[in-house]
């Protein structure tokens, strides 16, 4: 989305620097309370940036969904630490569950957030480009903005295709579950068609200028992506932050619930 904030201006290897470095840094701790306060300071990026609600609600719908299958699995399902709560015969919550538990809740979240201040602050174009900086082979780039590229694309078709069958009366709310299943196929049938029609003349055109996966000369892109000296200080923070707590975990043990577990 376009905007004018501090982390719009940021350069595109900076933002993919921001999401790569948050994202581990969230599978890395496992200690509740500096989860807690990584997701806080994500949240606070969300909030700083303005994020219209229509966003924002998908990142919550997901984050609320998942997170009750997690507490489920995690609470009810870890054998770690002291039996602590009696459920039923044989069943017990155990005292390092609920830390646990928690510690995965944040990680959810701190990821989905971080993804939604990626999402917003970077444009498809720039993504590639931070990656080019970074870099990552040129194969792999353009299979990254071809799968960007084809998300909507995908979305839209599936959108035109469920009206034309609204069209026809066909309006799967109003079919009970299993006959709905049934009518489904109705939409997913032509959409895959369409699908793999435009993979092949995507990979026509490709053919067709030449593209070579191995060898050939070295690519050269319109535009460069700058780094300025803001975008060195936040990378070098970025980086040492990420770096100084693998350093205190593997070395000292330190956000550390369970020993040996990710």
Not at 31 to 41: I, Q, R, S
Not at 203 to 209: C, L, N, P, T
Request: glycine share 4%; hydrophobic share 55%; with cysteine.
């Amino acid at each position: 989305m376009a905007g004018r904030s501090l982390l719009h201006k940021l350069s595109p290897t900076t933002k993919v620097v921001f999401l790569l470095t948050t994202s581990l840094l969230a599978l890395e701790i496992q200690d509740p309370k500096l989860n807690g306060l990584l997701l806080v300071a994500l949240l606070a990026c969300a909030v700083y940036l303005r994020i219209p609600r229509r966003v924002s609600l998908i990142f919550i719908r997901s984050g609320i969904i998942v997170g009750i299958a997690l507490s489920i699995s995690w609470l009810f399902f870890s054998q770690v630490g002291q039996p602590l709560y009696h459920i039923w015969d044989g069943f017990y919550i155990y005292s390092l569950a609920i830390p646990l538990t928690l510690s995965m809740l944040f990680r959810l979240w701190a990821l989905l957030t971080s993804t939604m201040v990626f999402v917003v602050i970077t444009q498809e174009s720039e993504f590639i480009a931070g990656l080019r900086k970074l870099k990552v082979p040129y194969v792999l780039c353009l299979v990254f903005a071809l799968v960007l590229r084809f998300i909507p694309l995908l979305v839209e078709e599936y959108d035109m295709i469920r009206e034309a069958q609204m069209a026809r009366a066909l309006e799967l709310e109003k079919i009970p579950l299993i006959p709905r299943m049934k009518h489904f196929m109705a939409i997913i049938v032509p959409w895959l068609v369409i699908s793999l029609k435009r993979v092949a003349t995507l990979s026509a055109a490709i053919d067709s200028r030449g593209f070579q996966v191995t060898g050939g000369r070295k690519r050269t892109f319109f535009h460069e992506p700058r780094i300025s000296v803001a975008d060195s200080v936040v990378v070098v923070a970025l980086i040492g932050l990420f770096v100084t707590v693998v350093v205190l975990r593997t070395w000292f043990g330190y956000f550390v619930i369970v020993p040996g577990r990710l």
